[in-house]
């Protein structure tokens, strides 16, 4: 019986030693399948996936917004709170406005104060918006998002109006004179009050409206996921935040493949069904979206010469927040902040770049620059470096003259079509790995990609890039560093809700105000593009870039004086 007893209780231990084995070999398992990189490593082959997996780290399994994460010291949390605060909207009356009760531009309509008074250039019109709802009632609230210009087309002349707005439906706008003869005056509403509101809640509450994807592939096998700022759900996901700059990036984890083989990156689509029936009627392309206000009377003034003056030199002390930086006379850009010098010529261009380095950082519109340069420069021939057409990188190389121009576009989030893993670099990590000097060139813009999410995510991608710009002319105080604004493009019901100017507006005005007071330069393509009589295009036409590229260049080697 002893016997008996003793065989049951060593059998018993061999099943308990047999179960712990199990359950170790069950726990492993379940960790590598939800094990998250910290960063995201790249292409891989067979032989190396198990290296790779050996390295990932874990995150929590729960939905993550890195722009509501992010620890600010005093001084970060001071600015960021003023940053929003001098772009906060003007708020609706309490209650559910009705679409007849919203604005109207066909019932809306300006008066140009004192039309008949003698101007001459560099005097001030002042003109009076009256806005109206669709029952032609006066608005007795503010927050319409307005553009306003003045023009001369025969001149092909123009430039912007500073608005502002009086909360009660009245908007004051003041126009610069900088030219003699018949000025015309244009105003037009580019979103009602209304429609502002629903695009702040967009905004705030659905940074997913435009979401993202990567590819993972290990051997023939491959899977793709959802990626974003944000990932719903409490599914597990990769944490691709970058170890440098802090910059949140999540993809959703592939079922099979570890997080270390992903191997691009791309735009996935957007989000439908993001307006009530209400709301959609404040969004209607010819109803209310850049739709014209025209004048209860005169809408243009004559202006006379202003003797020994030269209109240009009315201020030339460079400040990003000059309104208007400049004007177009003869289809070319005046600018009130610095000298711009007229490179017509491809050796003129040439004769400034040689010997240099350029390196321009950021989305489609300044990629468009590199195109202008590499086409009209005979001797700048790029180099097939295989990459994706429209995403990059490029690079193009005059030997005879020693110029090297290089485009790189900026981390996620980017809208372009499929980029490979390893070519997804941030701004900042890129500057911290140029060395700089007298003969490096280095131009930026990043706005476009950033207007679905709330503004926190825009200021933290900004102060990571200042931070190594102020860093980077530390060392080269002879680097020269131009800051290229955004600018307004065509806008349709879809459009509005992605790529509004209005987001623009707001996060051009918070990058101005981020990159004010440090050694930098500033293209100012927003009103380069406004005060154009071209229709707006997210890509302006080629006459607004060589405008554009002028007054780079002119930063870059400017006239003396």
Not at 21 to 26: E, G, P, Q, T
Not at 103 to 125: E, M, N, W, Y
Not at 504 to 517: A, C, E, I, T, Y
Request: hydrophobic share 35%; net charge positive; with cysteine.
């Amino acid at each position: 019986m002893w016997c008996g007893s003793f065989r049951l209780q060593i059998f018993c231990l061999l099943m308990a030693v047999l179960a712990v084995v199990v359950l170790v070999h069950n726990f492993f398992q379940l960790e590598h399948l939800d094990d998250d990189t910290v960063s995201g490593s790249n292409w891989i082959t067979e032989n190396n996936v198990e290296r790779s997996l050996s390295q990932t780290t874990k995150t929590a399994r729960k939905p993550y917004c890195g722009y509501k994460q992010q620890t600010l010291s005093k001084s970060e949390q001071a600015e960021q709170e003023s940053l929003l605060a001098a772009i906060q909207w003007p708020k609706l009356p309490n209650g559910k406005i009705a679409f007849v009760q919203s604005t109207d531009p066909a019932h809306s309509d300006f008066v140009i104060v004192k039309p008949s008074r003698f101007f001459k250039v560099g005097d001030q019109l002042e003109v009076l918006v009256h806005m109206k709802d669709f029952q032609g009632k006066p608005k007795q609230y503010g927050g319409d998002y307005l553009q306003a210009r003045i023009h001369s087309p025969q001149l092909k002349a123009g430039a912007t109006g500073k608005i502002v707005d009086c909360h009660n439906g009245l908007y004051k706008v003041f126009f610069t004179l900088f030219w003699p003869g018949e000025v015309k005056v244009s105003i037009s509403l580019v979103h009602p009050s209304e429609a502002i509101q629903v695009l702040l809640r967009l905004r705030e509450e659905r940074p997913d409206r435009v979401y993202f994807k990567s590819s993972f592939k290990s051997g023939r096998y491959s899977e793709t996921t959802e990626c974003n700022i944000c990932l719903p759900g409490d599914l597990p996901v990769c944490n691709f935040t970058d170890l440098y700059t802090g910059e949140p990036w999540f993809c959703y984890k592939p079922r099979k493949l570890p997080c270390a083989s992903r191997i691009s990156h791309s735009k996935g689509g957007y989000q439908k069904g993001l307006l009530t029936r209400e709301e959609s009627l404040f969004f209607q392309s010819d109803v209310n979206i850049k739709r014209p206000i025209l004048s209860s009377g005169p809408d243009s003034v004559i202006v006379k010469p202003k003797a020994f003056i030269d209109s240009s030199s009315i201020d030339r002390a460079e400040d990003s927040m000059v309104s208007p930086s400049g004007y177009y006379y003869e289809d070319q850009w005046r600018s009130r902040t610095h000298w711009i010098h007229r490179f017509n010529k491809s050796d003129d261009i040439t004769k400034c770049l040689q010997g240099k380095v350029i390196h321009l950082f950021g989305d489609s519109t300044i990629r468009q620059w590199f195109e202008y340069l590499t086409a009209f420069v005979p001797d700048l021939v790029e180099f097939n470096l295989g990459s994706p057409k429209n995403v990059g990188p490029f690079m193009s190389v005059d030997l005879k003259h020693n110029i090297l121009l290089k485009f790189r576009c900026h981390g996620p989030p980017i809208r372009f079509s499929t980029v490979f893993s390893s070519e997804l670099h941030y701004i900042a990590n890129e500057l911290n790995g140029i060395v700089g000097g007298r003969n490096t060139v280095i131009a930026i813009t990043i706005w476009s990609h950033f207007s679905t999410f709330p503004v926190e995510v825009y200021i933290r991608r900004l102060r990571n890039i200042r931070r190594s710009i102020i860093q980077l002319l530390d060392r080269s105080p002879k680097t020269s560093i131009i800051i290229r604004t955004a600018n307004v493009q065509e806008l349709g019901p879809e459009v509005s809700l992605f790529n509004s100017d209005w987001y623009s507006f707001q996060l051009d005005s918070v990058m101005r105000k981020m990159f004010s007071g440090i050694a930098v330069h500033f293209v100012d393509a927003w009103e380069m593009s406004l005060a154009h009589y071209l229709p707006h295009n997210l890509h302006p036409k080629e006459i607004i870039v060589k405008n554009q590229i002028n007054a780079f260049l002119s930063f870059v080697c400017p006239l003396q004086t």
